[in-house]
């Protein structure tokens, strides 16, 4: 029986995975898998060496004070691996722990396939020798990377974007506005503060100020919080003295048709990541606001190539989406941008049809983003 290791760090690459877990055994049934993941690969099957959620933080200073115990998930990562001798192995994003793993297997000899380019074509290009020295082939989202890698002499391919998948633009705003009790013509702000705990410490109370000088403008605005179960219970805690209504959202399908009212009427205020995306998909207008620990941001501006946080005004090559970074993301900025979009159906308008253009480069040359990816971890098994 041919085993496939597929190793995730956090929420967005356990969804990954379950997909091409899922494509993979469309494929071939006779595979089998393990690793480390979360809920989703867990419904396809796949038990988790460890909780996923020990790897899922970010920040240098975040990082820090978990190294000791990062390590040794590393080391028991690495050991099982060994022992288990698997056809690939394919690490899915996170690379401050997949990059790692995959320089510590390299003595094994074990193909190792690495779904999500790292971005050093945004900041610390100077990883990619690590890399070459690390994996066999890197299954790329956005359509200029392969070109990057290949020159430096790595395997590449562009799979798509897996948020062409997801299902965002498929809910259903009537079920939504019907199961919370909301008027057809009431606004709803998709609030997605992240998917991890720091993330959420460091966000959730300037939304809510945010919210709070909104209210007098909307006062029968609704607040829905799409989340993970890895920060549902601090979120619901964050969010508890919100005003107005807030509706705390936990599954997918809830998710999609929340999206679906804000797109019919109203906005998202999120963090920056594939969130952005997932806003773009499903046409609704948002704001993109992001915060991390100052010492990590001085760090970080040093390192950045890129003008742009939003993988959507990446991708566009201009700003359709606004950005509030760092010292921008205030309570009172964001209060006036969710206005404008809110209550002034021009600037929605004008993101919409950003959208549109941007979202015709995601897309793979065939079918869907995981039978793409999978294509290339089969052919990565049978050269």
Same mark, same amino acid.
């Not at 956090?10 to 993979?24: C, P």
């Not at 799409?226 to 998710?255: F, N, Y």
């Not at 046409?283 to 010492?295: E, M, R, S």
């Not at 919409?352 to 052919?379: C, I, N, T």
């Given at each position: ?18 997909? &091409? ?35 899922? !933080?970010?920040?240098?200073?975040? #990082? &820090?004070?978990?190294?000791?115990? =990062?390590?040794? *998930? ?47 074509? $945004? ?11 690390? #994996? ?15 020159? +430096? ?50 966000? =959730? ?18 607040? $829905? !919080?799409? #989340? ?19 509706? &705390? ?10 999206? +679906? $009212? ?25 704001? #993109? ?21 939003? !993988? ?15 010292? *921008? ?8 941008? &969710? ?16 959208? +549109? ?17 999978? +294509? ?5 098994? $049978?050269?």
């Amino acid at each position: 029986m041919t085993l496939i290791y597929l190793v995730a760090g956090e929420a967005s690459g356990d969804v990954l995975g379950a997909r &091409l877990l899922a494509a993979l055994r469309a494929r071939d049934a006779s595979l089998a898998f393990a690793g480390i993941g979360g809920e989703r690969l867990a419904e396809q099957g796949m038990p988790s060496l460890f909780p996923m959620r020990e790897l899922a !933080l970010m920040g240098l200073i975040e #990082v &820090l004070p978990n190294i000791r115990r =990062l390590a040794r *998930r590393l080391d028991e990562t690495v050991a099982d691996i060994a022992t288990r001798r698997p056809a690939v192995v394919v690490t899915i994003d996170s690379p401050g722990f997949t990059l790692r793993l995959a320089q510590r297997i390299r003595p094994l000899g074990i193909p190792v396939v690495h779904y999500v380019a790292p971005q050093i074509w $945004a900041w610390r290009p100077g990883r990619i020798k690590k890399i070459k020295a690390s #994996v066999d082939h890197i299954l790329c989202l956005l359509p200029f990377e392969p070109v990057i890698f290949e020159a +430096a002499g790595i395997p590449a391919s562009f799979v798509g974007h897996p948020v062409l998948e997801s299902g965002v633009d498929a809910g259903d705003a009537t079920r939504f506005r019907a199961a919370h009790g909301l008027a057809p013509d009431a606004p709803v702000l998709v609030v997605m503060p992240g998917s991890r705990r720091m993330e959420v410490k460091r966000l =959730l109370p300037v939304f809510g100020e945010a919210l709070r000088l909104l209210a007098p403008r909307l006062p029968d605005l609704a607040v $829905a !919080l799409p #989340v993970s179960p890895v920060v549902a219970e601090a979120v619901q805690a964050g969010v508890r003295d919100w005003p107005g209504r807030t509706i &705390l959202v936990t599954d997918l399908a809830g998710k999609h048709d929340a999206f +679906a $009212a804000a797109r019919e009427h109203g906005a998202g205020l999120i963090k920056s990541g594939t969130s952005s995306l997932e806003m773009a998909v499903a046409g609704v207008p948002h704001l #993109v606001a992001y915060k991390v620990n100052p010492i990590t941001a001085a760090i970080v501006r040093r390192l950045v190539r890129v003008p742009f946080a939003s !993988l959507v005004n990446l991708l566009a090559e201009r700003e359709v989406v606004p950005e509030y970074l760092q010292e *921008r993301a205030t309570p009172q900025a964001l209060a006036e941008g &969710l206005a404008g979009l809110l209550l002034d159906p021009a600037p929605a308008a004008a993101q919409r049809a950003g959208f +549109a253009e941007m979202l015709q480069k995601l897309r793979p040359a065939e079918g869907l983003p995981s039978a793409a990816a999978a +294509a290339v971890v089969l052919r990565v098994l $049978a050269p």
